[in-house]
Each structure stands twice: as C-alpha cells, then as structure tokens.
C-alpha cells in the first residue's frame, strides 16, 4: 500500500474527500487542478528553496541528545524545528502555500491558529509577500497564547478574536471556513494543519515533507543510513508528524510513533486522543477520525497545548492508525509536563508543550541500546512559559 499519496479522489484509505459547501466548490477545485502544477514546477521550487534557506534557516539541525540517550539507553536525535525562523515547523507550510496563493492570484489570505505558531508562521509569510491577513483564534487560546498574538499584530496581521463553542482550534477553523465562504474569489485560505478538504491533506504534508527529506540525508551524513530505527512526532490535525513520517511511511523497517493528547486522561471526558475516541465521521471538509457522539455532534477535546487541543485528525493519519502502520500512544498533560522540564534541565532545550507530548514517549516505549530514535522537536517553548511557570513542581 502507498500510505504517501492520496487517490485521485483524495482518499488515504477510507479517509479523506473533499465535503464542501456549493459555494466553495470553484476554491476547491481550482486548487485540485492547479497545485501540483504549480508546485511541481521549476520556478516555484527554485523560489520556495531558496526562502527555505535564506529565510527559514533551513536545513535545521538533527541533534543528537547525549544526556537523554544516556538516560534512556538509546541513541536520540531531535529534529530541530524549533529553530526554524518563526519557532515552528509552521513557517514551511505557510510559505509554501503563500506563494502558491500569489501563483493563483490570491492577495487575501486566511489562517486559523490554535497555539499561536500557525498565526504567526502566516502573518510572517505575508508581510514577506505583501498579501493581506487575517487569523481566525479562538479566545481561550488568546488568552493563554497572549505572545503569539502580539507578533501577529505586530507583523501586521488582523486578529479576529472566535466566541463560539470552546472556543479553541476547531471552532477558529469554522470561522476560517465561513470566512472562505463569504471571500472566494479574493482569498485563498492557508490551512495550517494536515486536515481539510482535498487537496489541503496532501499539499500540507508535501511542504512539511522538507522535514523527513533533510532527516534522511543527516542521517546518512552521520550514521552512514537514511533510515532511523522510529521516528516520532506529535500529532493533533498532524502538520508536523505528516511531513516527519513523509519519506518514511513507504518503508516497512522504520516503525512510526505519533503521540496524542489524552489531556486529564482518557476516561476523563478531557481528552483530544481521536484515535482512542474517535469514529468515522466528517469534520473541516474531509472524512475522518471525530470525537462525536452518537448524534454526530463534535465532543469538546481538551489538552494543556492549544495546538493539539483538536477533536480529529488528519486523514493521512487515520488511514496510518487504521492500517496499524502507526502505534499511537495517548500522552496526558502531566506527562507531557515532565517530558518539557526533563529536557530543558537535561539538554537546555525548553521545547514547546506540542512537542512534549513526543518526548514523553520516551518514559513509556523501551528502546535497544543500539536503536536510532528520532523526535520531531516541532517548535520552541517561549509561547509555552506562562503555563510552564504555573506547573513548576513537575
């Protein structure tokens, strides 16, 4: 099985489509019959590289973590996405999509953003190009993501504060969608996570693919090998775990880990672990794995990390955890706590609560002496320090 590629029809599997209102239709389907055109093309990777080098700092670093591969008697590298430009692995997707939106003649672009970095990543990228921005944010994560929507503001993009329901991630993408609805000539909507309707999933995971792309040749350069033993990553919508796993999901001898956000736990009624509670269901425009309940209706997620704080997942990966190429482990907050305190203390890192969730994998996976284990570090902790100096006894 190809687990890379979707379908003509966009499906991964059993997951996928695209479930779209009428008046999107013409957006949609002149992004399914241009983008790969446009993205394939010379003149666009010729520019879309040379921002990832130039302006990114791309190649980031493969860094093997001596400290922790002692502790865990393993050999660990961490794929340094927290030291893109920006913080996150967000700026490879915003980028990209930016200029394939100037490509289509967008100049209004749309985002939503749950931990802030998506936001940011996006406001970053158009005040680069000179394109109009507007985020879509819940207030509770407002409220407790207050530095990234200062630099959004201050990059010059339009904050649009989201009331409704919990007022987080998935209700910010609602507003988004609304907003595509009512601007579909002008806007081009920059989705930040692998979710969405055909062909967002795909076009996602083939601008975050840089991650797995550079993973393999480090790896060669240092080991004499492309391929790690496990390669581990976060996952919510999973942008980042997408293009982690991208140049691996073919290859049989590299087992996948994806770390979800159980929240208080998996019986607690506070979770966002849509792989445990999730059934087949629609969301955001594409067939999935949904938190709902017997009516259909969305169940609240909750996580301590906004960005993960989501009640599904991208099909890439339902189809992953369906066809059992994936393990995926639920991770609560407290774990994920430890795992953040661990490496700062350990390796100086504070990583992001996101990509704690991936670290914490290592209390409860036992590795070989000899197995080569490598973690997407997805973004940096400062947008995290108000929560962790809350939870200091961790």
């Known amino acids: 099985m190809d687990f890379k590629n979707p379908d003509k029809y966009g499906y991964y599997g059993d997951f996928g489509g695209a479930f779209i209102p009428e008046m999107l239709h013409p957006n949609v389907e002149e992004l399914e019959n241009k983008y790969l055109e446009i993205i394939e093309s010379k003149e666009f990777n010729k520019e879309f590289n040379q921002l990832l080098k130039d302006y990114v700092g791309r190649e980031t670093p493969l860094y093997f973590a001596e400290n922790l591969s002692k502790k865990y008697q393993t050999q660990i590298y961490l794929k340094r996405e927290d030291l893109n430009h920006t913080g996150a692995h967000k700026i490879n997707n915003a980028l990209g999509q930016a200029l394939l939106a100037k490509k289509l003649g967008k100049n209004r672009i749309i985002a939503e953003t749950g931990a802030g970095q998506h936001g940011v990543a996006t406001a970053t990228v158009t005040a680069l190009l000179g394109l109009e921005c507007i985020v879509y944010m819940g207030e509770t994560d407002i409220k407790r993501q207050a530095l990234n929507v200062a630099r959004m503001k201050m990059l010059g993009a339009e904050v649009r504060a989201v009331t409704s329901g919990s007022k987080t991630l998935k209700d910010a993408v609602n507003e988004a969608l609304r907003d595509w609805i009512n601007n579909p000539t002008s806007t081009h909507y920059i989705i930040g996570s692998a979710v969405g309707p055909h062909p967002f999933p795909d076009m996602v995971a083939r601008f975050q693919s840089v991650i797995s792309q550079e993973i393999k040749l480090q790896l060669k350069a240092k080991i004499g090998r492309e391929n790690p033993d496990y390669i581990i990553a976060c996952v919510g919508g999973g942008s980042n775990a997408a293009g982690s796993f991208y140049h691996f999901v073919n290859e049989p001898n590299v087992k996948i880990i994806a770390a979800e956000a159980a929240g208080l736990g998996l019986e607690s009624g506070k ?37 993960l704080d989501y009640p599904g997942i991208g099909p890439f990966h339902a189809n992953l955890f369906k066809q059992k190429r994936a393990e995926f482990l639920s991770i609560t907050d407290e774990e994920a706590l430890k795992s953040a305190f661990e490496i700062t203390q350990m390796e100086g890192i504070i990583p992001a609560l996101e990509s704690s969730h991936a670290l914490a994998v290592l209390s409860k996976k036992k590795f070989k002496k000899d197995d080569v284990v490598v973690i997407t570090l997805s973004g940096r902790g400062d947008k995290d320090i108000e929560i962790y100096s809350k939870n200091r006894d961790f």
């Open 271 to 307: 979770s966002a672990a849509t792989t445990q509670l999730g059934s087949l269901g629609i969301l955001h425009g594409s067939q999935s794995l949904v938190m709902q309940d017997n009516d259909g209706q969305v169940i609240e997620p909750h996580s301590i990390s906004a960005g």
